[in-house]
């Protein structure tokens, strides 16, 4: 019961921001999607090209032979937090296509404590409660060829809603861009995110926020500001791929994750930080596929004030026949002493095989 009335001041916590700019806002947004992707530590800009372009470079898009769908779901924190994603892309010529995707990232069924004991003193478990927290993201893609042999742009525009149980919800909007460009079978790629910043607006309700603000003495005693911000970011990618003469080929990826704020990035200034990633995928006759790939290097600062050089290793299966791929991913999404993996299941099709 006394973690459950944490988990709520946490989360209405999270809405007392002040109407600037922020290191980490709408982060669920950044999280990745495709467990293909993921396996390969989403170092992915320069070589994506299917429907999961929309959400890694919409450029990639233009790679489309035909109508796709994809969905992924994942679990996340020991099955606390749901991820879920889906998305559909379709050529609109030779030259152009589009595309759109949800995300959704929630947790549901949380108790609500704030009101377990009564005027008197008195605990009444009738007056327990539930909520749900869950942040959405809805995207429109579309990408487009240019006059240059083998380049190609792509920009996405984004609905972000987020809910707070009953205390609070917003909306935002944002854009990114991407760029794609191949020459001699090498892929250049840049992904642009939230270009001209995504601003969230929220909405508090005044009613529900007075049953929790005195939960703790001096905290949550005045109403959040209502406008939250989130700084661009940036990723430059490089990949080729290698084709052997036994039906196998091997994918070799690389990214640079910009981030234009000091953070725990193994390179970090005050004005960039750059988190390096890299990705393999192996594959035989476009069948069967492994896949690996290391990233999120963070300079950690441990009790005794000495810094350790933490990274998340990633690895990961697909299998693909007639137009059906499944994919699985194991990741690592904190310490690895901790041992928080998540285990990451998305499906991708390729809708002419029912005859569209």
Do not use: C
């Not at 927290?133 to 809805?138: C, E, L, N, S, T």
């Not at 190609?152 to 987020?162: H, L, M, T």
């Not at 000495?306 to 904190?334: E, R």
């Amino acid at each position: 019961m006394k973690n459950n009335f944490i988990i709520l001041l946490l989360i209405v916590n999270t809405i007392n921001f002040a109407q600037t700019t922020r290191k980490y806002s709408n982060e669920f947004m950044n999280i990745g999607v495709d467990a293909a992707a993921m396996a390969m530590s989403n170092a992915v800009t320069s070589s994506s090209n299917d429907v999961n372009s929309g959400y890694w470079n919409p450029a990639g898009l233009i790679g489309l032979n035909g109508k796709q769908a994809s969905l992924m779901h994942a679990s996340y924190f020991a099955n606390i937090a749901q991820y879920d994603y889906a998305a559909y892309a379709t050529p609109i010529d030779d030259e152009s296509s589009w595309g759109f995707s949800v995300i959704r990232f929630g947790v549901d069924n949380i108790m609500n404590t704030t009101q377990l004991i009564d005027s008197q003193g008195n605990v009444d478990y009738n007056r327990i409660s539930l909520f749900s927290v869950a942040d959405y993201g809805v995207t429109f893609s579309y990408a487009r060829k240019l006059k240059l042999s083998g380049l190609q742009y792509g920009v996405n525009s984004k609905i972000i809603r987020r809910i707070i149980g009953k205390f609070a919800s917003s909306w935002g909007f944002g854009f990114d861009a991407g760029l794609q460009f191949e020459k001699n079978n090498w892929k250049f790629g840049l992904m642009l995110r939230d270009i001209t910043t995504t601003y969230n607006v929220w909405a508090i309700n005044e009613t529900e926020y007075n049953t929790i603000k005195d939960a703790i003495n001096g905290q949550n005693q005045e109403l959040p500001e209502n406008i939250e911000i989130t700084l661009p970011k940036a990723q430059l990618g490089l990949s080729k791929k290698f084709d052997f003469h036994n039906e196998t080929g091997l994918l070799a990826a690389a990214n640079l994750n910009m981030s234009f704020t000091k953070t725990n990035d193994i390179f970090s200034t005050n004005g960039l930080s750059i988190d390096p990633a890299l990705g393999f995928e192996y594959n035989y006759t476009d069948l069967v596929f492994v896949r690996a790939g290391v990233g999120n290097f963070q300079n950690v600062v441990q009790i005794d004030n000495t810094k350790k050089l933490a990274f998340q290793p990633n690895i990961g299966l697909g299998f693909k026949y007639k137009g059906i791929q499944i994919d699985y991913a194991l990741t690592d999404l904190g310490d690895q002493s901790a041992a928080m993996y998540s285990n990451i299941f998305s499906l991708k099709v390729d809708l002419s095989i029912f005859g569209q």
